[in-house]
T-cell receptor, first 113, second 114 residues
């Protein structure tokens, strides 16, 4: 009964590099959400995707951030030219299309040096 | 623009006593409210929820109360146990368009001590 799987759990990047975070939803789930948690803050919605479609990206920064959920394979959150302010925990959640209940992964912690 | 607010960043309670965590919201379109529990280095896990058509939902030691007129909800844990020590997030959503976009509060860190 595999839950939401995220990798890597920890990622260290230098300023200007790219970060790629991956999320495999629970079996049977076709909806993926990405949230970001900055230190001492709550989780902030970033983007909601279904297979091959971005449904709501209202929480995504306008530049450098992108997300995809291809037909095959995990969802990927991509951050280009990272800056120190991108250091955060990035959580992925998935839901069944009928119930809507979100199940979260353990998060990917990005540190930008 | 904080639509969901948890004004107490931390709470300390003695084991066996009641823990009360509070949450306020501003968006009257929210129709579903949830509490998540989070341990360090782990993802949030669902604890309990309540629909806006109810004012109380109980699950074992956990009870959530909703006061729609005040736009306020609270989580009661009775009796509190050391294993309850974690960060608790209040979340709200308006389940429309077929998906569940949760808006989270900043969290309250609960410490249950002997």
């Amino acid at each position: 009964n595999a839950g939401v799987m995220q990798n890597p759990r920890h990622l260290v990047r230098r300023r200007g590099q790219e970060a790629r975070l991956r999320c495999s939803p629970m079996k049977g789930h076709s909806h993926v959400y990405w949230y970001r948690q900055l230190p001492e803050e709550g989780l902030k919605f970033m983007v909601y995707l279904q297979k091959e479609n971005i449904i709501d990206e209202s929480g995504m920064p306008k530049e450098r951030f992108s997300a995809e959920f291809p037909k095959e394979g995990p969802s990927i959150l991509r951050i280009q030219q990272v800056v120190r302010g991108d250091s955060a925990a990035y959580f992925c959640a998935s839901s069944h299309p009928n119930t809507g209940e979100l199940f979260f992964g353990e998060g990917s912690r990005l540190t930008v040096l | 623009d904080q639509q969901v607010k948890q004004n107490s960043p931390s709470l300390s309670v003695q084991e066996g006593r009641i823990s009360i965590l509070n949450c306020d919201y501003t968006n009257s379109m929210f129709d579903y409210f949830l509490w998540y529990k989070k341990y360090p280095a782990e993802g949030p896990t669902f604890l309990i929820s309540i629909s806006s058509i109810k004012d109380k939902n109980e699950d074992g030691r956990f009870t959530v109360f909703l006061n729609k007129s005040a736009k306020h909800l609270s989580l009661h844990i009775v009796p509190s146990q050391p294993g309850d020590s974690a960060v608790y997030f209040c979340a709200a959503s308006a389940f429309s368009g077929g998906y569940n976009k949760l808006i989270f509060g900043a969290g309250t860190r609960l410490a249950v001590h002997p």
